[in-house]
Structures are given as structure tokens and as C-alpha cells.
């Protein structure tokens, strides 16, 4: 079958190895891709919000299958487009993604059906928005409402630091139209822990959990990025705290949707924290995260068209997910700068070391061929760097290691990814 996948960063490259490794398998498409995917599938110059030109691509090439690996698409209701003309694809319809596109939507909806998650407030006035955080308790979260690249949360200690927060999001506009309206709510504290599923309308399958770590430097500091580097499993994620969400999160959020007419289908991404409550919902994403994807998917045994296609035709109570017994760790290799300014255009050597190692990975994200073939720097994020072991530590020793093999001018990594580890 033919396969094209929507989307150029590093959880695309992770998932084009994936359905590379199927048997079903004999060509893939990626569109935009970068220089990474380009060595397993042809990359197409149409962009991730050209949908006519992607539907028109895919009734050229006969697609069989189409993967939307990004949440613009998503939200801007791609799958709805390619539906209308009669191709099959993976991933949430428009009304359904909304679950991601509006932080107010998925607030509201956990409030109305009882899903745990942190007390909020929603605004689409700056000058209420500060009337109530006089009466605030500090430290609080803002939340930019719409898409924002995963940087659109404020973690503010201060009074004034919120106060500044809601210029930035509602009145600066730093997040674009993403800051139109806002979520206010309540600080948490506990350990993170990210938990993809799989959906098919009425059934969800749950992969293995992993970590994120979000800051741009080492010990947590500095500013909100799209992903440092991430770890799977997470030890914190206990047969304990599985039984919790089970019962009263993953299979709710699927029902509620059904419930609201938003059938559900694709990929939910639980963002949880561990507190002394109990688990409660941070975030939903409405596809598989980035960099989560990376260690996630080298650890699942499943042949992934086999599982996207049960949640395309509502079969997935029939399939058995199954992950290998052992860990990935996944250290993010970036331009230095991010997510700020920085330069790119600079040229990549070592990618040769990956080649035939089993257990190790080189995802690209911001990577691209310059005009001499070369690959170059093009991006915050560079290469996702992918090993595994038979245990965490043995896998962050590995990742660590493989890191090494790279070189690029501007190279910058935090040096504590999985640390939380040593203490668990």
C-alpha cells in the first residue's frame, strides 16, 4: 500500500520509521518531511495547511492510507477535507480536535463530565483577567486557549508575573490568535507523566507512558519549549495510578466526546500530574507527542497501520497492544539560541555511526538538504537522539553516548534528561 504522512518534524520521522517497518508497506509519501525522513520516504513540497493541494496529491498518487502527524492540520480540519473526497486517513475530524484547539473546550468538558483536572477560570477580557487575579492564589498558570507550538502556558510565581503573563498572551499577542481568550488556573505540583492512546470512536488503547521535559535547560530552568528530550516508561506511572485514569479519565474523555456528537478517532495524549489528589489531566493533545513519539513507538511490536486502521473502521477493540519490556531514552540535540533566535544552515556529520545499530535512532526535526546535498541545521530543535536498553538507566547511558556521535556548530543539549529516574 501507498501511505503518506502530514508533517516534517521529529514525531513524523518516528512515525514514517514505524510504518517503514510494516510489511504492508511498500511506499511512503511525507509532506513537507525534512532530510531525515527523505531516506525512507519522498518528500513532497506541499505544506502541512495546503489541504487541497495534500487531497490532490493523494487522489494523483492513489494514497491508500494518509497519517496527519501535526495539530494545525488537525484543527484546521484536514481529516474532514480528505474524508469528503473519499481517502482514508488517521486522526481526529475538526469538531473532534478541538479537544487540542481549545483549552477552553477541554476544560469545560472535564468540568460538565467529572474528569479530574485543576481548577480554572476562562477570559476573553484582559481587564477581567486581572481583576480576578487579585484575589488569585500564587503561583498560577495562564494558558494561551488555541494552538501555540506547546509553548503557550505561563507558569507565574507573582502577582506581577501574572499580571505580565496576560499582557503577553492577551494584549501582546505573543501567541498570535491563540491568546484571543485565556485559561487561568490553578497550579499543580506532583510529577508529570505523558500517556498516549490510541482511539477508534468508542474503544482506547493505552502505549506505554513516558516524561517529557519541557524547560530549555538543565534543573528545569529557563523558557518553555516544544520538548528537550524525553523517557519511556515512567516509573511514577504505577499499576496504581494506571487503574485511576482508567477508571475515571481515558475511557470518560472518549465517552464525553462521544456524548458532545465528537465521535473521537486517532491519537489522544493524556498530559498528567501525579499529585497527592491523585492524577488529574494538565493537557489533551489531539496526536502523538513530540519528542514522546520517539521513545514510544521503537517500543511498540505492533505493526502501526494495523493499529490506525482499527481506529479508522472502529475495530481496535479486537487488537492487543503490545510494547517490548525494556525502555528509550530520547535527548533533543538543538540549536543553541532556542526558543529564542538562533542560527541555522549549519551542516551535520555522524549520522553514519546510527547505521546498523540496532536500539539506536536518529530523528530529524529541523533538518533540511542545502544546496550541495548536505544535510543543515534548520530549526530550534535539530535531531531527537533515540536509544534503548534494558532498563532506564541503561538506556540514558546509551542516549547519552549517541549524542556523542553527532557534530553541527551551535549544538546544545540539556545534559539531565531521565535524571528523575535516579530517584524513582
Same mark, same amino acid.
Request: glycine share 12%.
Given at each position: ?23 504492508? %508497506? ?126 503557550? %502556558? ?85 499499576? /496504581? ?129 542545502? /544546496?550541495?546535498?548536505? %544535510? ?5 530543535? %535539530? ?42
Amino acid at each position: 500500500m501507498k501511505v503518506l504522512i502530514v508533517g516534517g518534524g521529529g514525531r513524523e520521522h518516528a512515525i514514517a520509521a514505524s510504518a517503514a517497518k510494516s510489511s504492508r %508497506v511498500d511506499k511512503i509519501y511525507c509532506a513537507p518531511g525534512n532530510a531525515g525522513i527523505g531516506k525512507i520516504a519522498e518528500c513532497v513540497p506541499i505544506g502541512a495547511m495546503e489541504f487541497d493541494k495534500l487531497v490532490s496529491f493523494a487522489k494523483e498518487k492513489e494514497i491508500d492510507f494518509t497519517i496527519i502527524g501535526m495539530d494545525d492540520p488537525l484543527a484546521g480540519g484536514i481529516v474532514d477535507e480528505f474524508e469528503k473526497a473519499g481517502l482514508k486517513v488517521f486522526g481526529p475530524r475538526k469538531n473532534a480536535a478541538i479537544l487540542e484547539g481549545s483549552k477552553a473546550f477541554s476544560k469545560d468538558l472535564m468540568k460538565k463530565y467529572n474528569i479530574p483536572t485543576a481548577a480554572y477560570e476562562t477570559f476573553d477580557d484582559p481587564k477581567e483577567a486581572l481583576a480576578y487575579l487579585e484575589t488569585a492564589k500564587m503561583p498560577i498558570v495562564l494558558k494561551a486557549d488555541g494552538l501555540a507550538l506547546g509553548k503557550g %502556558v505561563l507558569i507565574c510565581k507573582t502577582l506581577e508575573e501574572a499580571k505580565a503573563g496576560v499582557k503577553e498572551i492577551m494584549e501582546d499577542k505573543k501567541f498570535g490568535s491563540a491568546g484571543n481568550h485565556m485559561v487561568v488556573e490553578e497550579f499543580m505540583t506532583g510529577r508529570e507523566v505523558s500517556v498516549l492512546t490510541f482511539v477508534d470512536g468508542k474503544t482506547i488503547q493505552i502505549m506505554s507512558s513516558a516524561q517529557d521535559h519541557k524547560r530549555a535547560k538543565d534543573g528545569d530552568e529557563g523558557l518553555n519549549t516544544g520538548g528537550m528530550g524525553t523517557f519511556s516508561p515512567s516509573p511514577f506511572y504505577t499499576a /496504581e495510578v494506571d487503574q485511576f485514569c482508567r477508571e475515571h479519565i481515558y475511557q470518560k474523555t472518549v465517552d464525553a466526546m462521544a456524548a458532545e456528537g465528537r465521535e473521537y478517532k486517532g491519537v489522544i495524549f493524556f498530559g498528567l500530574m501525579l499529585t497527592e489528589d491523585g492524577p488529574k489531566v494538565l493537557e489533551y493533545n489531539a496526536r502523538f507527542g513530540d519528542p514522546e513519539a520517539q521513545v514510544v513507538l521503537p517500543r511498540m511490536k505492533n505493526d502501526i497501520i494495523d493499529v490506525m486502521e482499527a481506529c479508522v473502521d472502529g475495530t481496535l477493540g479486537k487488537l492487543n497492544l503490545e510494547f517490548e519490556d525494556n525502555a528509550a531514552v530520547c535527548v533533543v540535540l538543538a540549536s543553541d539560541g532556542y526558543p529564542l533566535s538562533y542560527e541555522k544552515g549549519f551542516e551535520i556529520g555522524g549520522e553514519e555511526n546510527f547505521e546498523g545499530k540496532d536500539g539506536y535512532y536518529c530523528f530529524h526535526a529541523g533538518t533540511k538538504l542545502n /544546496e550541495n546535498g548536505k %544535510v543543515v541545521t534548520n530549526g530550534g530543535r %535539530v535531531l531527537g537522539i533515540t536509544a534503548k536498553g534494558k532498563d532506564l538507566k541503561e538506556a540514558r547511558a546509551n542516549a547519552y553516548a549517541a549524542t556523542e556521535w553527532i557534530s553541527f556548530d551551535n549544538k546544545y543539549m540539556r545534559h539531565d534528561i531521565g535524571k528523575a529516574i535516579d530517584e524513582a
